[in-house]
């Protein structure tokens, strides 16, 4: 972890960010007081189950044929 001032981190601020692409994080200080840390964005896995979506039971078997009565529903 590396510390910076706020006018290093704007001087620097291209290079900075490349090293941060690389895994290395920054605590910007100002007037020797941390005030951020600035770390790579790691996104969320897209292929785990969405909570919302996981509560939702479905009741039938929806690729089964509709009977009769159930098309007079419907139309």
Same mark, same amino acid.
């Given at each position: 972890?590396k +510390? ?9 601020? +291209? ?10 994080? $920054?605590? @910007? +200080? *100002?007037?020797? *007081? #941390?005030?951020?840390e %600035? *770390? ?5 896995? *897209?292929?785990?189950?969405? #909570? ?7 009741? $039938?078997? #929806?690729?089964?044929? %509709? +009977? #009769?009565?159930?098309?007079g529903? @419907?139309?």
């Amino acid at each position: 972890m590396k +510390s910076v001032n706020t006018h290093e981190a704007k001087t620097h601020l +291209s290079r900075i960010l490349e090293e941060v692409e690389h895994g290395e994080v $920054y605590v @910007i +200080s *100002r007037n020797g *007081r #941390p005030v951020a840390e %600035l *770390r790579r964005h790691e996104r969320a896995p *897209r292929s785990g189950v969405d #909570p919302v979506l996981s509560k939702i039971r479905v009741g $039938y078997d #929806p690729t089964e044929e %509709l +009977s #009769p009565d159930e098309w007079g529903e @419907i139309g």
